[in-house]
C-alpha cells in the first residue's frame, strides 16, 4: 500500500469513528489517536523526511490536508455535543419526574368501606352473575309473576328468562338456596334499571345487600347492625329514623333515613329542607323466601337490607351528579385516588 493511501485509509477510518463516537470524551481519545504526538497522522508527518521529493509533495500535502479536516470535523462534534447538553438543559442531579399510578375508583372505595364495617359485625361477602334469572330477581324474592311490585323496578330484559339484575338481592335468594343457617353475609355489585339518565339517576349503579339468618333474629338485632353502620360511615352524631315500607321480600319492611349530617338535621338544599336523608331499605326476611329456599321459617328468622352505593357516596363526598362516577374524567378521579 503506497503511502497515500495509507493516508486515505486513516482518514477514512478516524472519520468513522468520530460519526460513531457518543460523547465529546470519545471524540478527545479520537483526537489523540490520530492527531496526537504519537498519533497516526502524525507519523506519516514525521515520517515525510525519509520521502522521495515527489512523494513529499504529495503525501505531505494529502497529511496537512488530512490532518486539517479532522480537526475541524473533531472540532465540530464536540461542539455539536455541548450544544446538545445546554438546549436539553440535562441534569443527572435533578429528581426524576414520578409517574401517577391508578387508584381505586371512588365507587370501589365507598364500597370497600361499607363492606369493611360489615366485615367487623362478622358478615363475609358473596357474589352473584350480572345477568340473572327472573326467578332469582324475582320469584324467589316473592315476587308472584304480576305483582305490581314488579314494576318499581324498570327491568331491562335480556332474552328469554333473562335479565340485567335490577338489586343485589337475588344474590341473597342464591345463597340461602346453597347454605344452611347461620348465615352472615353481604352482597356487593352492579345493578342496572332503565332509567332516564340525569344527575340523580343511572342506568347503571351499586348497591350492597345484607343478610342474617339463624334462630331468633329479631328486628331489633336489624336495628342494631344498621344503626352501627351508619354511625361509622356517616358520623357518630347521626340520628336515625325507621320508617315503614313494603318490599315483597321482607316482611314488615322499613326504610331508613338518617338526620342530615351536612346541616345536622336543621334544613338545607341537600336534605331538601326536611332534615332527613332516604338512605336504604331493610326488613325481616319473609317466611316466603326462606321457605323457597327450603329453610325451615318455623325455626329460623332472619333480617335482610340493601344499600345504594352512589347516593350515599355522593351525598358524603358532596358529589352532585351521579355520571361524574361513570364518565371516567381523570379530573375527577384524580380527586379521589
Ligand atoms: N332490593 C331493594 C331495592 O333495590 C332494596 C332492599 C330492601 C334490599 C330491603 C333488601 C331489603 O335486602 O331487605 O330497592
Not at 461542539?79 to 438546549?87: C, R
Not at 308472584?144 to 331491562?156: E, L, N
Not at 342496572?192 to 340523580?200: C, G, L, T
Not at 331468633?216 to 329514623?241: H, I, R
Amino acid at each position: 500500500m503506497s503511502l497515500l493511501d495509507e493516508v486515505t485509509r486513516i482518514k477514512q477510518e478516524a472519520l468513522e469513528q468520530i460519526g460513531k463516537a457518543d460523547s465529546a470524551e470519545r471524540l478527545a481519545e479520537i483526537q489523540v489517536k490520530y492527531l496526537g504526538r504519537k498519533g497516526a497522522i502524525t507519523a506519516v508527518l514525521k515520517g515525510l523526511k525519509d520521502l522521495s521529493l515527489d512523494e513529499k509533495k504529495t503525501v505531505g500535502a494529502a497529511a496537512n490536508k488530512t490532518k486539517a479536516a479532522l480537526e475541524q470535523q473533531i472540532k465540530d462534534a464536540i461542539e455539536a455535543f455541548s450544544a446538545a447538553g445546554e438546549k436539553t438543559g440535562f441534569d443527572p442531579t435533578l429528581p426524576g419526574t414520578r409517574s401517577r399510578v391508578g387508584a381505586i375508583h371512588i365507587v370501589n372505595q365507598v364500597i370497600d368501606d361499607i363492606c369493611q364495617i360489615f366485615h367487623g359485625m362478622g358478615f363475609t361477602i358473596a357474589r352473584g352473575p350480572d345477568v340473572e334469572t327472573d326467578y332469582y330477581n324475582f320469584e324467589a324474592l316473592n315476587f308472584a309473576p304480576d305483582h305490581p311490585a314488579r314494576d318499581m323496578q324498570d327491568t331491562m330484559f335480556v332474552e328469554g328468562d333473562r335479565l340485567l339484575r335490577t338489586h343485589t338481592t337475588p344474590v341473597q335468594a342464591r345463597t340461602l338456596e346453597k347454605q344452611q343457617p347461620p348465615i352472615k353475609i353481604i352482597t356487593p355489585g352492579l345493578c342496572f334499571r332503565n332509567e332516564a339518565i340525569s344527575s340523580r339517576a343511572h342506568v347503571a349503579f351499586h348497591q350492597v345487600d345484607g343478610f342474617l339468618v339463624d334462630e331468633g333474629v329479631t328486628m331489633a338485632d336489624l336495628k342494631g347492625a344498621l344503626v352501627a353502620f351508619c354511625k361509622a360511615f356517616f358520623g357518630e352524631k347521626l340520628k336515625l329514623k325507621f320508617r315503614p315500607s313494603f318490599f315483597p321480600f321482607t316482611e314488615p319492611s322499613a326504610e331508613v333515613d338518617i338526620s342530615c349530617f351536612l346541616c345536622n338535621g336543621k334544613g338545607c338544599q341537600v336534605c331538601k329542607q326536611s332534615g332527613w336523608l332516604e338512605i336504604l331499605g331493610c326488613g325481616m326476611i319473609h317466611p316466603n323466601v326462606l321457605e323457597k329456599a327450603e329453610i325451615d321459617s318455623e325455626k329460623y328468622t332472619g333480617y335482610a337490607f340493601g344499600i345504594g352505593v352512589e347516593r350515599p357516596a355522593m351525598l358524603k363526598y358532596r358529589i352532585n351528579d351521579i355520571r361524574l362516577f361513570f364518565n371516567n374524567d381523570i379530573r375527577f378521579l384524580r380527586q379521589f385516588g
